[in-house]
């Protein structure tokens, strides 16, 4: 079945004419299997990653011209049989009896392998592809509404965990966007997921993913008292089964890149600090813009900050070569600015780095152990907890997803779903030698963050 649904989104250039399908995988898995998860995996059940790439229209006689929506579904039947818990729904386990005179504690969620499947979503936009890159240079921002905005709940048991949209330009060029929750994997193993489902398109044989045994039963919890870090912080209010970030301030995407040149620039500036790399340089500059948009009464909220590092997915274990399982296996810390440091605009871009750098981090399981603090279901934040860095340099977000001989003329990663804080990603761009930045900050602040970046990047 396919359903139609409204335009919207988009700004100056709507996406429109949504078609929605599902595909469930070749085989079946059986209501049986349980995909249990872990304590890292629920501590980040309230945020998405959003991967957009945008490809250019094929060159005349290209073959990847012919391609339909329906040669592109083709391949995910193989696909989600090797990424079979993608495919799956929410479950609960048997609530716990309240205390005395308490209501019933949520169950702890749970995967049910019922091969539901992911939502693939048609769309189009009366744009090609070189007015887009054209908007996208100018303004940032555009990659959001190439990938579909939706979130889990408030029915979990009808909630897809992977929404994948292919957007039509007018010029014969394509978006593929993916919607992912953060619950089932980080960036890396969202990355090696959406290269294997590549890879198979373009009838290439992809190695199968090593996932966890499903019936896995995640590790005894942290004793209820267990102090949660300053990299993470409790809901505002419970959730429920609607899995968003209750928050008052309506978050925006914004995105910029950083040229070969400005990242030189930049290096040069901090080359007093040795331990300063493009990650810590490129992140403290937005640090500061953020500081001084927000003032002198939020110093002490924007002198702590959150660092997010990516491992490198060849050195994950299994991984390599799209063998990354699905998993959160990402490092979680803080940094904090010394005193009179911030939110002064003129502070020092590569002493604020410099601080980035000696943040201590620890694996997201040892941070949820103690930021769940025993319970089966608390409702937590990393990011945007605090403002967070993501630091994404190490995954080949461009190499990894390619139709047919083509590559992405734009990629942008982005996370979803980040509290009042704030959130941004850094990630190689296009050439390898500059970086992609796509941030999700408050309304009302993003004009001025991107002034105040123009400025310090010299950008006319």
């Not at 996406?15 to 501590?43: I, K, M, N």
């Not at 953060?182 to 290269?195: E, K, T």
């Not at 009302?444 to 400025?455: I, K, S, T, V």
Request: proline letters at 6%.
């Amino acid at each position: 079945m396919v359903a139609e649904l409204a335009g919207g989104g988009g700004g100056d250039m709507p996406v429109h004419s949504y078609r929605l399908s599902t595909v469930v995988p070749g085989s079946v898995t059986g209501e049986a299997v349980d995909y249990e998860l872990a304590d890292a995996d629920l501590l980040h059940k309230l945020h998405y990653l959003r991967a957009v790439h945008v490809f250019r229209a094929p060159a005349p006689g290209d073959a990847a011209a012919a391609l339909a929506v329906r040669e592109l579904k083709e391949p995910m039947f193989p696909w989600l049989d090797m990424y079979f818990p993608v495919s799956g729904r929410l479950r609960r386990r048997q609530a716990a009896a309240g205390g005395e005179g308490g209501a019933a504690a949520a169950g702890r969620p749970y995967v049910r392998c019922n091969d539901c499947g992911v939502r693939v979503v048609e769309a189009a936009i009366d744009a090609t592809v070189e007015e887009w890159l054209e908007q996208e240079a100018e303004r940032g921002g555009m990659c959001k509404a190439l990938a579909y905005d939706k979130v889990i709940g408030p029915e979990l048991f009808f909630s897809p965990l992977l929404y994948v949209q292919f957007t039509n330009f007018k010029c014969g060029g394509m978006a593929v966007g993916f919607t992912w929750a953060h619950l089932i994997g980080d960036i890396p193993s969202a990355a090696a997921c959406f290269s294997t489902w590549a890879q198979l398109l373009s009838g290439k044989k992809a190695p199968a993913p090593t996932l966890r045994d499903p019936h896995t039963k995640p590790p005894p919890a942290a004793p209820a008292g267990a102090t949660a870090p300053p990299s993470v912080k409790a809901a505002a209010a419970p959730v429920g089964d609607d899995w968003r970030v209750p928050t008052a301030c309506e978050m925006v995407s914004i995105s910029f890149h950083v040229t070969e040149q400005q990242l030189k620039r930049l290096l040069l500036g901090g080359r007093r600090h040795h331990q300063v790399g493009t990650f810590e340089l490129v992140a403290a500059l937005v640090w500061r813009a953020v500081a001084a948009i927000r003032g002198a009464e939020e110093e002490a909220a924007t002198r702590t900050v959150t660092v997010v590092k990516t491992a490198d997915p060849a050195a994950a274990p299994g991984g390599g070569g799209g063998r990354l399982g699905l998993t959160n296996e990402h490092r979680i810390g803080h940094a904090v600015a010394p005193a009179g440091l911030l939110p002064a605009a003129a502070a020092d871009v590569a002493e604020l780095a410099a601080v980035l750098a000696g943040a201590s981090l620890d694996g997201a399981g040892a941070v949820a152990a103690a930021a769940l603090a025993g319970a089966d279901d608390a409702d937590a934040v990393v990011y945007g907890a605090n403002l967070t860095f993501v630091d994404a340099e190490g995954v080949d977000v461009y190499g990894g997803l390619e139709l047919g001989a083509r590559r992405p003329a734009h990629v942008e990663y982005a996370v979803d779903g980040a509290g009042a804080g704030g959130a941004a990603v850094v990630h190689r761009d296009a050439g390898g030698r500059g970086r992609t930045v796509a941030a999700a900050v408050r309304r009302g602040e993003a004009d001025r963050l991107r002034a105040a970046l123009r400025d310090a990047l010299r950008v006319a």
